[in-house]
Structure formats: structure tokens, C-alpha cells
């Protein structure tokens, strides 16, 4: 059943657990300044774990609140709304899954925390078994962010054996200039090597370690030996 409860209320819930010195810290790391990723951000001082608390207090709010929440200018009011999107998307993937393509294209899944945290809930457990080429059309973005949320939402699949997404994306992605896409790549690299296959992350290195960025290619070569990661680094 739909909450009764508005937007406004989990504003006023997160506004009671706010902390200035914090917000300070948060802003300075999620580059918020002038030229920055995030620039023009605003953060009010709540951490992720004091956020998820509040979650908890409104889940099943209705999607007409949470489409407010995901509009406003508060990073912690955008997360709160993916969390509940995250909550929702085990009831109702498809229906979630739209709505937070629709945030993202509309700009509001707009750092790195809130894809990490949402992609491969909100959007990959919606296209698991359906039609994935909205991951191809977000990969080839002009959006730094839509870009990594393609990347992120493969870990859905990796979640259930398939590699397949996530070999796609990495190709595509090589040559890509932002080191927070490269990061993200080399992530989904290393967790398809642990969860479904090894073979098929050797098989991935051997072919493309030569034009991989660096920060892609340490990520991805995380849990090798350092001999192993010193033989990848040499084809760079």
C-alpha cells in the first residue's frame, strides 16, 4: 500500500539529522567547486547510513513524491529518493526502472555515489531478461554520468552469472577520457572475474591491457598476483 506521507516529511526527517562540519567535508569531496564533476552540488550534511535510516521510515512513499525529492537542488534529498526507488524496484522493476531513466536523463543521478548506489537496482534488475540497448545508448552519452550509470547497471547481470553487458561496455569504453568512467570499468572488471568468471577476465586482458587506462587496469587487476599485475602493466 502507498504511504501516505509526502516529500516534505522525509525533508524534515533528514533536516533534523543534518551537520554543517559535514556537509562542509562533503562537499569539498564530491568536487562540488566551480569546474568540478559536481559543481554547484549542495549537501546539508547527512551521511549514507543516517540517509538509509530515513529510508526506512518511508518506504512505499508515492512515486509523485519521490519524483520531488529527485528534482530538488539537496544531494541527500536525490539519494534518499534513489534509495526508495532501490526499495521499490524488488516489487515493481519495470515501473522503476522507467522512472529513473527519466531521472537520469533529466540530469538528477548527477555524482558518483548516487549511481553507485541505484544503477544496478533501479535500472539493471528492470532490464535483466528484457531489451538492453538503452545501456548502449547511455554508454554513448555526452553525460559523464549517464555514462557510468550504463556501466554500473551491468552489475546487475554480473549478480546472476552474465558477463556478457559488462565485456560490451568495457570495449566500448577504452578509449574514454573520464577517470571516473575508468574506474567504474575497471570495478565491473574485477567483480565479473570474482563472481562469474576468471577466464573470461583473462581472456578480456589479454586482448585489450594494451589500450586500457591505467586506473581501468589496476582496478580490474585488483585480486591478481603482483606478478600478474605487473605483465598487464607491461603491454600498456
Given at each position: 500500500?502507498?504511504?501516505?506521507?509526502?516529500?516534505?516529511?522525509?525533508?524534515?526527517?533528514?533536516?533534523?539529522?543534518?551537520?554543517?562540519?559535514?556537509?562542509?567535508?562533503?562537499?569539498?569531496?564530491?568536487?562540488?567547486?566551480?569546474?568540478?564533476?559536481?559543481?554547484?552540488?549542495?549537501?546539508?550534511?547527512?551521511?549514507?547510513?543516517?540517509?538509509?535510516?530515513?529510508?526506512?521510515?518511508?518506504?512505499?512513499?508515492?512515486?509523485?513524491?519521490?519524483?520531488?525529492l529527485l528534482d530538488d537542488p539537496i544531494h541527500e534529498h536525490r539519494l534518499a529518493a534513489l534509495l526508495l526507488l532501490v526499495a521499490a524496484a524488488r516489487r515493481d522493476p519495470a515501473g522503476v526502472r522507467d522512472r529513473y531513466l527519466a531521472a537520469v536523463r533529466r540530469g538528477r543521478v548527477n555524482n558518483w555515489d548516487?549511481?553507485?548506489?541505484?544503477?544496478?537496482?533501479?535500472?539493471?534488475?528492470?532490464?535483466?531478461?528484457?531489451?538492453?540497448?538503452?545501456?548502449?545508448?547511455?554508454?554513448?552519452?555526452?553525460?559523464?554520468?549517464?555514462?557510468?550509470?550504463?556501466?554500473?547497471?551491468?552489475?546487475?547481470?554480473?549478480?546472476?552469472?552474465?558477463?556478457?553487458?559488462?565485456?560490451?561496455?568495457?570495449?566500448?569504453?577504452?578509449?574514454?577520457?573520464?577517470?571516473?568512467?575508468?574506474?567504474?570499468?575497471?570495478?565491473?572488471?574485477?567483480?565479473?572475474?570474482?563472481?562469474?568468471?576468471?577466464?573470461?577476465?583473462?581472456?578480456?586482458?589479454?586482448?585489450?591491457?594494451?589500450?586500457?587506462?591505467?586506473?581501468?587496469?589496476?582496478?580490474?587487476?585488483?585480486?591478481?598476483?603482483?606478478?600478474?599485475?605487473?605483465?598487464?602493466?607491461?603491454?600498456?
Amino acid at each position: 500500500m502507498e504511504s501516505l506521507a509526502t516529500a516534505d516529511d522525509v525533508r524534515s526527517a533528514l533536516a533534523e539529522l543534518t551537520n554543517p562540519a559535514d556537509a562542509v567535508q562533503l562537499q569539498r569531496y564530491f568536487k562540488t567547486g566551480p569546474g568540478e564533476y559536481g559543481e554547484g552540488d549542495v549537501f546539508i550534511g547527512v551521511r549514507v547510513p543516517a540517509v538509509r535510516a530515513v529510508v526506512k521510515r518511508f518506504r512505499g512513499l508515492g512515486y509523485d513524491e519521490v519524483d520531488a525529492l529527485l528534482d530538488d537542488p539537496i544531494h541527500e534529498h536525490r539519494l534518499a529518493a534513489l534509495l526508495l526507488l532501490v526499495a521499490a524496484a524488488r516489487r515493481d522493476p519495470a515501473g522503476v526502472r522507467d522512472r529513473y531513466l527519466a531521472a537520469v536523463r533529466r540530469g538528477r543521478v548527477n555524482n558518483w555515489d548516487l549511481v553507485d548506489l541505484s544503477a544496478p537496482e533501479a535500472l539493471g534488475d528492470g532490464l535483466v531478461g528484457g531489451d538492453r540497448t538503452v545501456l548502449d545508448e547511455l554508454a554513448a552519452s555526452d553525460s559523464l554520468w549517464e555514462r557510468r550509470v550504463a556501466v554500473l547497471a551491468t552489475f546487475a547481470f554480473l549478480r546472476r552469472g552474465d558477463p556478457t553487458p559488462t565485456l560490451v561496455l568495457a570495449e566500448r569504453l577504452l578509449g574514454d577520457r573520464e577517470d571516473l568512467i575508468h574506474k567504474a570499468v575497471g570495478w565491473m572488471l574485477r567483480e565479473l572475474g570474482k563472481r562469474v568468471s576468471r577466464d573470461a577476465l583473462v581472456e578480456f586482458l589479454d586482448s585489450h591491457a594494451a589500450r586500457m587506462p591505467r586506473t581501468m587496469l589496476s582496478y580490474a587487476t585488483e585480486h591478481f598476483t603482483p606478478e600478474e599485475r605487473q605483465r598487464y602493466r607491461a603491454l600498456r
